[in-house]
């Protein structure tokens, strides 16, 4: 019985823990399917929903300023988070390095609202004095990009570490210059790592409320910004079938990268015991 309880207790709790997380969404991509607006019982299935959805404007404009915004904010945050990385991991020591990391690492703990507010006041301040920018799509990217940039570093600093010095202070040593060394060298080693910096910012931006809600202008509103202002007038399906598509389009997004990292490491995994199987053949 003991030996029973040591080998199934860990399992049996994960899948408790699955189930506690995952259930809900279970239960509203079901519920998508919907042929009523009830929530509590399910009627038959229906595509009446998703075709409210193609025809609601709102959601649909919304999603497209949601894609745009996210994938320039996760660009901008992944290159400004690699640059930060770079200079944070190979340069131990210089003027204003802490103060530098502190500014860097402050999003990460600091509350959504807290920036959405201080960003607001920044913006107006600016407009006023300047007459730019207006809020809108621009002021959300500049934003989100505060954020995702700081999560874009961790991600990005903790490839960085991994990379083996040798590799670079070879390449300086055969006659590469520094820049030449990043993009040759270093880049590609951390290219796993840029492109998880990404995702992750992309996915931050495409899912933030707080921020968008403080710096968007009249007219302009995100995804999630149409979907929390219908959910406060009360529960609409048409919600349940955009969340159903987010979440399939999130899942697919997942495995495909998980695959195409799995094949790379796969690779180069068997790059790396070629190479030593050669290496190692009596000559």
């Not at 991509?29 to 299935?45: L, M």
């Not at 904010?73 to 530098?100: D, E, I, P, Q």
């Not at 609409?236 to 195409?260: D, E, G, H, M």
């Amino acid at each position: 019985m003991k030996i029973w309880l040591e080998t199934h207790f860990g399992k049996g709790w994960m899948a408790l823990v699955y189930l506690f997380l995952y259930l809900p969404l279970i239960f509203m991509v079901v519920f998508s399917f919907n042929s009523t607006r009830q929530d509590a019982n399910f009627t038959g299935f229906s595509l009446r929903w998703y075709e409210a959805l193609m025809r609601d404007t709102k959601i649909v404009d919304g999603f497209w300023l949601s894609v745009q915004v996210a994938t320039v904010t996760g660009v901008l945050s992944a290159v400004l988070g690699t640059f930060a990385a770079f200079v944070l991991v190979r340069y131990r020591r210089f003027l204003g390095r802490t103060v530098f990391s502190g500014m860097v690492n402050a999003p990460l703990v600091m509350p959504e609202v807290v920036i959405g507010l201080s960003l607001l006041l920044l913006m107006v301040g600016a407009q006023n004095l300047f007459g730019w920018p207006e809020r809108g799509k621009l002021t959300i990217i500049m934003g989100h990009t505060l954020l995702g940039m700081a999560y874009g570093m961790v991600v990005v600093q903790s490839r960085l570490l991994e990379v083996d010095r040798a590799l670079e202070e070879a390449a300086m040593d055969l006659g590469a210059k520094p820049h030449e060394v990043f993009f040759l060298v270093t880049l590609p080693n951390i290219a796993q790592g840029i492109l998880a910096a990404f995702l992750l910012s992309f996915t931050l931006s495409f899912d933030d409320v707080v921020i968008s809600e403080f710096l968007s202008g009249p007219g302009v509103s995100t995804l999630p910004q149409v979907i929390f202002g219908y959910a406060r007038r009360g529960i609409n399906p048409t919600i349940y079938a955009a969340a159903t598509l987010l979440i399939s389009t999130v899942t697919v997004a997942i495995i495909s990268y998980s695959v195409w990292v799995a094949r790379k490491t796969r690779r180069r995994e068997r790059e790396i015991s070629a190479a030593a199987r050669i290496e190692s053949a009596p000559r």
